[in-house]
Nanobody, 116 residues
Framework: QVQLVESGGGLVQPGGSLKLSCAAS????????MNWYRQAPGKERELVAG????????NYVDSVKGRFTISRDNAKNTVYLQMNSLKPEDTAVYYC?????????WGQGTQVTVSS
C-alpha cells in the first residue's frame, strides 16, 4: 500500500532553515508528481510546492518563492523541501502528497514551528 512518511520538522527561529523529507513506498515513485502541503491552525490546507515525476516541472505558492526549494531523489524514493529564511507565518503541519489512480495519498505530517 502507498505510504508517505515525513520527517525533519521542528522548532526554528525566524530566519532559520529546515529540510523536510518524505520517504515514499508502495508505488512507483518515479512516475508520479509529488507535492508538499501545509496547514496552519484555523486555516485550510494549502499547496506549498509540487514537482513533476522527473523533476522537470516545479511550482511554488507565491508566499514561499525564493525561500523554499522542492527536490526529489527517485533512486531513494524521497522528496525534499528545503526551507530557508523561515517566517512565523510558515508555522504549520507540513504534509507530503501524491495522487495515484484518482486517489490522494497523505503522510502523517510533520510540525514546523517558527518562533523566537
Amino acid at each position: 500500500q502507498v505510504q508517505l512518511v515525513e520527517s525533519g520538522g521542528g522548532l526554528v527561529q525566524p530566519g532559520g532553515s529546515l529540510k523536510l523529507s518524505c520517504a515514499a513506498s508502495g508505488f512507483t515513485f518515479s512516475m508520479y508528481t509529488m507535492n508538499w502541503y501545509r496547514q496552519a491552525p484555523g486555516k485550510e490546507r494549502e499547496l506549498v510546492a509540487g514537482i513533476s515525476s522527473a523533476g522537470s516541472s516545479i511550482n511554488y505558492v507565491d508566499s514561499v518563492k525564493g525561500r523554499f526549494t522542492i527536490s526529489r531523489d527517485n533512486a531513494k524514493n524521497t522528496v525534499y523541501l528545503q526551507m530557508n529564511s523561515l517566517k512565523p507565518e510558515d508555522t504549520a503541519v507540513y504534509y507530503c502528497n501524491t495522487r495515484r489512480n484518482g486517489n490522494y495519498y497523505w503522510g502523517q505530517g510533520t510540525q514546523v514551528t517558527v518562533s523566537s
